[in-house]
């Protein structure tokens, strides 16, 4: 999997990410009074050990898994700032094929309507593996929000930085949970507007260009299916790469019933889009992001699919995440409502 790297900003994707949120990041010695979100309930003031590091320690996120579940990480880059503007420099750009100097630390999981972290771990297929669930503490309560620590494994196998200190670094960090799971503070969450509200009903009309440069619209690429699974993602998102066998296989099992698939690419890495689909045997339609996106949806999050009509209209409140048991229950909830 290919990653996307910035100068202040270290987007991991794991197997269990499933969205990536247009989020804050934070380099902890560039923020000594801690940082907070408000949107969630919580503040993190970290430990000394965290706030004055040889490698780059930073907080990323949140990553809205759902609209119940939220998450935030910590991540270490075994290069100083200096060293990591240089290979940037060098290698010319932001996407790399490997980057294992990336270390992840640990999750903040933010779970809300009174759901558990066991709960949730069985309601999404068990995406957590035994180990991490052992790892997992609950560290505050705020009403019916729970928030719980996943420390990563300091004794797991991991590549060696050129610079054996960054590992040894690591290693203590990472072992440091007790201090960790201290430094966290929260309180009531402040109430965000919902970035969906009047999306259903509303229709959806745009022009864009397939991965072959050739012109498409919505009005043709609706009118093929009763309903479109209509997948917002992007090539550099983890979820999103991981679900598109899932969505090949809507795209055929479906289809008998009237339902199609339509992919909407945000980011413009053709060759890499080209490999993707490949890999993964995609047949339905991908193509660019409408110059016109935010006019009909807000994208907070990756992936997110839409249910539309053959109209353009939007059938159903949209899907965060790549939930792939979702897609089927809204589906089949919509052919049902549609006889």
Same mark, same amino acid.
């Given at each position: 999997?290919?990653? +996307?790297?910035?100068?202040?900003?270290?987007?991991?994707?794991?197997? #269990? +990410?499933?969205?990536?949120?247009?989020?804050?990041?934070?380099?902890?010695?560039?923020?000594?009074?801690?940082?907070?979100?408000?949107?969630?309930?919580?503040?993190?003031?970290?430990?000394?050990?965290?706030?004055?590091?040889?490698?780059?320690?930073?907080?990323?996120?949140?990553?809205?898994?759902?609209?119940?579940?939220?998450?935030?990480? #910590?991540?270490?880059?075994?290069?100083?700032?200096?060293?990591?503007?240089?290979?940037?420099?060098?290698?010319?750009?932001?996407?790399?094929?490997?980057?294992?100097?990336?270390?992840?630390?640990?999750?903040?999981?933010?779970?809300?309507?009174?759901?558990?972290?066991?709960?949730?771990?069985?309601?999404?297929?068990?995406?957590?593996?035994?180990?991490?669930?052992?790892?997992?503490?609950?560290?505050?309560?705020?009403?019916?929000?729970?928030?719980?620590?996943?420390?990563?494994?300091?004794?797991?196998?991991?590549?060696?930085?050129?610079?054996?200190?960054?590992?040894?670094?690591?290693?203590?960090?990472?072992?440091?949970?007790?201090?960790?799971?201290?430094?966290?503070?929260?309180?009531?969450?402040?109430?965000?507007?919902?970035?969906?509200?009047?999306?259903?009903?509303?229709?959806?009309?745009?022009?864009?260009?397939?991965?072959?440069?050739?012109?498409?619209?919505?009005?043709?690429?609706?009118?093929?299916?009763?309903?479109?699974?209509?997948?917002?993602?992007?090539?550099? #998102?983890?979820? #999103?790469?991981?679900?598109?066998?899932?969505?090949?296989?809507?795209?055929?099992?479906?289809?008998?019933?009237?339902?199609?698939?339509?992919?909407?690419?945000?980011?413009?890495?053709?060759?890499?889009?080209?490999?993707?689909?490949?890999?993964?045997?995609?047949?339905?339609?991908?193509?660019?992001?409408?110059?016109?996106?935010?006019?009909?949806?807000?994208?907070?999050?990756?992936?997110?699919?839409?249910?539309v009509g053959q109209d353009g209209t939007v059938l159903a409140e949209?899907?965060?995440?790549?939930?792939?048991?979702?897609?089927?229950?809204?589906?089949?909830?919509? +052919?049902?409502?549609?006889?």
């Amino acid at each position: 999997m290919r990653k +996307i790297i910035s100068l202040f900003l270290v987007l991991v994707f794991t197997c #269990c +990410i499933v969205s990536m949120t247009a989020a804050d990041s934070a380099v902890l010695k560039e923020k000594p009074g801690g940082i907070a979100f408000p949107g969630l309930g919580f503040s993190f003031v970290p430990p000394e050990a965290y706030a004055d590091t040889k490698g780059i320690v930073a907080v990323d996120g949140p990553v809205s898994i759902s609209k119940t579940v939220d998450v935030v990480f #910590c991540t270490y880059l075994a290069m100083t700032e200096e060293e990591f503007a240089d290979f940037l420099e060098k290698t010319g750009t932001v996407i790399v094929d490997e980057v294992p100097w990336i270390y992840d630390l640990f999750t903040v999981i933010v779970i809300r309507k009174g759901m558990t972290f066991s709960e949730y771990n069985t309601y999404s297929g068990r995406r957590y593996t035994s180990a991490q669930v052992e790892r997992t503490r609950e560290i505050g309560k705020v009403g019916d929000t729970t928030y719980y620590l996943m420390m990563e494994d300091p004794d797991r196998a991991l590549p060696s930085p050129s610079d054996p200190a960054y590992l040894h670094e690591y290693r203590a960090l990472a072992g440091a949970g007790d201090e960790v799971a201290s430094s966290f503070s929260f309180r009531e969450a402040e109430a965000a507007p919902d970035p969906y509200a009047g999306l259903p009903g509303s229709r959806i009309v745009f022009s864009a260009k397939d991965l072959d440069g050739n012109e498409v619209s919505s009005a043709d690429l609706f009118a093929r299916n009763r309903i479109t699974l209509l997948n917002i993602g992007a090539t550099w #998102c983890g979820a #999103c790469i991981a679900e598109l066998a899932d969505l090949q296989e809507i795209h055929e099992k479906m289809g008998e019933k009237g339902v199609g698939v339509v992919g909407i690419l945000t980011d413009d890495y053709l060759d890499l889009a080209r490999e993707e689909i490949a890999e993964y045997g995609v047949k339905y339609p991908v193509i660019w992001a409408p110059d016109n996106l935010a006019d009909f949806i807000q994208v907070t999050s990756y992936p997110t699919s839409l249910f539309v009509g053959q109209d353009g209209t939007v059938l159903a409140e949209p899907v965060i995440g790549a939930v792939l048991s979702r897609y089927y229950t809204v589906l089949n909830d919509l +052919i049902r409502k549609q006889k």
